[in-house]
């Protein structure tokens, strides 16, 4: 086995283990918030956080993206002094465009009435926007440098234990848990973990050499992670479209039962996350060497493990699912054979590996833009026509059929504009042969 292949196994690894260990933190916070709530109180929180997911990719503005497209080559090439530049660009425009979005959503939310209702929701989105974006882009950050730890544990363990407490905490205290008081303590939780983590990235980069960027270096990251803010945000959108017309569809109950068989099913998901958090530095790093062998080598490498993982993962879930569910209350179980029809969707999504990143960090975001365009329309058409005959089934229906139809499109999209076979299906067991 080569070392690259070798590091990448050993990173892969690594996040895995994290991504377990969030995986299940993230499902006991489903739990809890299901438990502690009444049932159309945690529908709304559902509502309010896929909103919040789907739109905190836009608010990064494609930086979180394109720093893995260009850091890991400024440090392969000797370029140091581009990366302090980059980072403090980055993070000032993100943190200017989401805090102005914010501010015009969360004007309108409070002159329409954000008492209650839509005007509530928008409020809450609005409020914990900037935050989430700032969250995007330093994890797209601690990606490109191989910080895995940082890119995950804040995030993904930090974050929801940090929920959890407080929640915990105001419930002891004979708090009521609203759905104002719990989007108050997720924005809370945000703006906390954000915070923390800029903190800990401008310790580590403050020793960088410092060189200053000039207007057209700036133009040019500009270009470069604009098409990448349709490509993220295109593609977060289509991760929760399913919940997005659910929740315009259909009742809080319904939306709840679904949410909480998609996020028991997020189990496999994570893992083949794991994967996606170290592929694209090591992509990166292959094209800065100009070794495509070696690349082709990084994407046979990431394909096998993320169809495997995820196929076993998918397999292990949907044999505990129905403990799973019940573990959120009665009424529950009716989601079970929503998790199989999404976990075979995982499956087929699986075969593309990481085909998506692949073609982020080589510059073909156009081809992204327009196949996560017509995916996403095709994707809510779906949901529209079979929410109303099917009910939650309907939108686990379309769902699933998305996932195939998009890894077969990248799998063809690959092929055609670089001649790379990401397609590989072996046991991870012969990637050192």
Same mark, same amino acid.
């Given at each position: 086995?080569?070392?690259?292949?070798?590091?990448?196994?050993?990173?892969?690894?690594?996040?895995?283990?994290?991504?377990?260990?969030?995986?299940?933190?993230?499902?006991?916070?489903? /739990?809890?918030?299901?438990?502690?709530?009444?049932?159309?109180?945690?529908? =709304?929180?559902?509502?309010?956080?896929?909103?919040?997911?789907?739109?905190?990719?836009?608010?990064?503005?494609?930086?979180?993206? +394109?720093?893995? @497209?260009?850091?890991? @080559?400024? @440090?392969?090439?000797?370029?140091?002094?581009?990366?302090?530049?980059?980072?403090?660009?980055?993070?000032?425009?993100?943190?200017? *465009?989401?805090?102005?979005?914010?501010?015009?959503?969360?004007?309108?939310?409070? %002159?329409?009435?954000?008492?209650? =209702?839509?005007?509530?929701?928008?409020?809450? *989105?609005?409020?914990?926007?900037?935050?989430?974006? /700032?969250?995007?882009?330093?994890?797209? !950050?601690?990606?490109?440098?191989?910080?895995?730890?940082?890119?995950?544990?804040?995030?993904?363990?930090?974050? $929801?234990?940090?929920?959890?407490?407080?929640?915990?905490?105001?419930?002891?205290?004979? *708090?009521? %848990?609203?759905? $104002?008081?719990?989007?108050?303590?997720?924005?809370?939780?945000?703006?906390?973990?954000?915070?923390?983590?800029? %903190?800990?990235?401008?310790?580590?980069?403050?020793?960088?050499? +410092?060189?200053?960027?000039?207007?057209?270096?700036?133009?040019?990251?500009?270009?470069?992670?604009?098409?990448?803010?349709?490509?993220?945000?295109?593609?977060?959108?289509?991760?929760?479209?399913?919940?997005?017309?659910?929740?315009?569809?259909?009742?809080?109950?319904?939306?709840?039962?679904?949410?909480?068989?998609?996020?028991?099913?997020?189990?496999?998901?994570?893992?083949?996350?794991? /994967?996606?958090?170290? #592929?694209?530095?090591?992509?990166?790093?292959?094209?800065?060497?100009?070794?495509?062998?070696?690349?082709?080598? #990084?994407?046979? &490498?990431?394909?096998?493990? &993320?169809?495997?993982?995820?196929?076993?993962?998918?397999?292990?879930?949907?044999?505990?699912?129905?403990?799973?569910?019940?573990?959120?209350?009665?009424?529950?179980?009716?989601?079970?054979?929503?998790?199989?029809?999404?976990?075979?969707?995982? !499956?087929?999504?699986?075969?593309?590996?990481?085909?998506?990143?692949?073609?982020?960090?080589?510059?073909?975001?156009?081809? *992204?833009?327009?196949?996560?365009?017509?995916?996403? /329309?095709?994707? =809510?058409?779906?949901?529209?026509?079979?929410? $109303?005959?099917?009910? !939650?089934?309907?939108?686990?229906?379309? &769902?699933?059929? &998305?996932?195939?139809? @998009?890894?077969?499109?990248?799998?063809?999209?690959?092929?055609?504009?670089?001649?790379?076979?990401?397609?590989?299906?072996?046991?991870?067991?012969?990637?050192?042969?």
């Amino acid at each position: 086995m080569s070392s690259p292949a070798r590091g990448g196994l050993i990173d892969t690894a690594l996040a895995f283990g994290i991504r377990v260990l969030s995986a299940g933190l993230m499902f006991g916070l489903q /739990v809890l918030l299901a438990r502690l709530m009444p049932l159309d109180g945690y529908g =709304g929180f559902v509502t309010i956080w896929t909103w919040m997911l789907a739109l905190g990719s836009f608010a990064a503005l494609g930086f979180a993206e +394109s720093s893995v @497209r260009f850091l890991p @080559r400024y @440090r392969a090439r000797g370029r140091e002094g581009h990366i302090q530049g980059y980072w403090r660009y980055g993070l000032r425009l993100v943190v200017l *465009v989401s805090g102005a979005v914010a501010v015009i959503a969360a004007g309108a939310a409070l %002159l329409y009435g954000a008492e209650a =209702g839509p005007g509530l929701m928008v409020l809450l *989105v609005a409020l914990g926007l900037p935050f989430l974006a /700032v969250e995007y882009y330093l994890e797209g !950050i601690a990606r490109s440098f191989g910080w895995f730890r940082l890119a995950a544990v804040p995030v993904y363990i930090i974050r $929801p234990l940090l929920i959890a407490a407080l929640c915990l905490g105001l419930t002891q205290a004979g *708090v009521v %848990l609203t759905l $104002p008081v719990v989007g108050a303590v997720l924005v809370v939780s945000m703006a906390m973990v954000a915070i923390g983590v800029a %903190l800990v990235v401008a310790s580590r980069l403050k020793s960088e050499e +410092s060189v200053q960027s000039s207007p057209r270096r700036q133009s040019l990251w500009l270009r470069a992670s604009l098409p990448l803010l349709v490509v993220s945000g295109l593609e977060d959108l289509l991760s929760y479209s399913d919940v997005l017309v659910l929740s315009l569809l259909a009742s809080p109950d319904e939306v709840a039962i679904y949410f909480a068989a998609a996020r028991t099913l997020a189990l496999a998901n994570f893992v083949a996350y794991a /994967v996606y958090l170290v #592929s694209g530095r090591r992509f990166a790093l292959d094209l800065a060497s100009r070794d495509r062998g070696e690349l082709q080598r #990084s994407i046979s &490498t990431a394909s096998r493990l &993320t169809f495997w993982s995820t196929l076993a993962a998918v397999a292990v879930t949907l044999a505990v699912g129905p403990y799973l569910l019940a573990a959120f209350g009665a009424g529950f179980a009716d989601g079970y054979v929503v998790m199989a029809i999404l976990g075979a969707g995982l !499956i087929a999504k699986s075969i593309s590996g990481q085909a998506g990143e692949l073609l982020v960090v080589t510059g073909r975001q156009r081809e *992204v833009i327009w196949l996560s365009a017509v995916v996403l /329309v095709s994707s =809510g058409a779906l949901c529209f026509v079979l929410v $109303p005959m099917f009910g !939650i089934m309907g939108a686990a229906i379309a &769902t699933a059929t &998305t996932m195939l139809v @998009r890894s077969l499109a990248l799998i063809a999209t690959v092929w055609r504009v670089e001649k790379l076979q990401v397609v590989a299906l072996g046991l991870p067991l012969r990637i050192g042969v």
